[in-house]
């Protein structure tokens, strides 16, 4: 069943907006890094004062206030669905998941939050030339009401996605794609509950077009798995950029995409990225990177340094271990 007609969309309209609530229960601030004072900003990466739905934005509620428009509807089984090409949601607060299925379709200045074993904040089907930005993509809490995944390409196949300047957080992953633009986000205040692998931004693998994350504040404050993830499940990795992020937590802050007897990786670049140790001595509890390979065709490291350094860390110290 579809809420639609002009006569919904009018009264919607008609009723005045609410501000911009910043509605999470959990509430949000940047922690202190190392040459960044209390905040990512301070060294001109992103945080909670430059992602995210632009402070003073008015939402209108999904559904009460405001139930569909050109393009997208609210399902009362609990989500909204776009589902026309070229559609554009903005200045909404969106309590469920939002399920794209339409290309060329933008998303912004909207705050989605929603929670649950499974819940995805943004799910991206066979899609292509979407474009999320200046949007806050929450959970609920850190634990329970948290998000399995805040922006998620469930079949691995969409194309030309673009997600600028984006905060989200309370989610197990943030991020979840294969190919695209990932920056001037702020992820971070990682959500957990037992059995889940934390992840800030995670490629699986098996796809060749180009994947570039850049000037991103990926944050992971916990103990695994990563803030940057290259994993072999469907495939071999190659065709990716990963430049001048701020980067801390997980396991081990980057995986480079090498599994042990997997395929040769190949145009993997992480360069210019800062490694900060706000919660483990380096970066990640065992290391800054792992599983990059330096001998697959065209892969790059350089440039990479602490925060509040200029001196490059020269490489890793594990490449591909045993554990």
Known sequence: MRFSGLA???????IVSVPFLGSSPESESAPAVVGCGDAPSACGFPDQSNTGVPKG???LQVPSQIS???????DPRGWVEVDTDGAVLSGLYIPCTVDVSASDVTIEADEIATSGPSAIGISLRHTSNVTIQDSTITGLTAGTGRMMTGIKDLYADSTGLTILRDNIRLAETGVQLESGLVQDNYIHAAGFVTGDHVNGVTSNGGGS??????????????????????FEDFGVQQNRVITDNLLAGGGYSIYGGQNTDGPATSNI???DNQFSTIYYPHAGVYGYITHFSFDG????????????TTADIDGPPITIPGQ
Not at 297 to 308: F, K, L, V
Request: glycine share 12%.
């Open 209 to 230: 077009d180009l994947l570039t994350i850049t000037h991103n504040t990926i944050l992971i404050d916990r103990g695994q798995t990563d803030a940057i993830g290259l």
């Open 57 to 59: 934005t008015p939402l």
């Open 68 to 74: 569909s428009g050109p393009g997208w509807y609210y």
């Open 297 to 308: 065709s065209g892969n790059t490291w350089s440039g990479n340094s602490w925060t509040g």
């Open 8 to 14: 919904l969309v009018a009264l919607a309209v008609s």
């Open 269 to 271: 670049s992480i360069t």
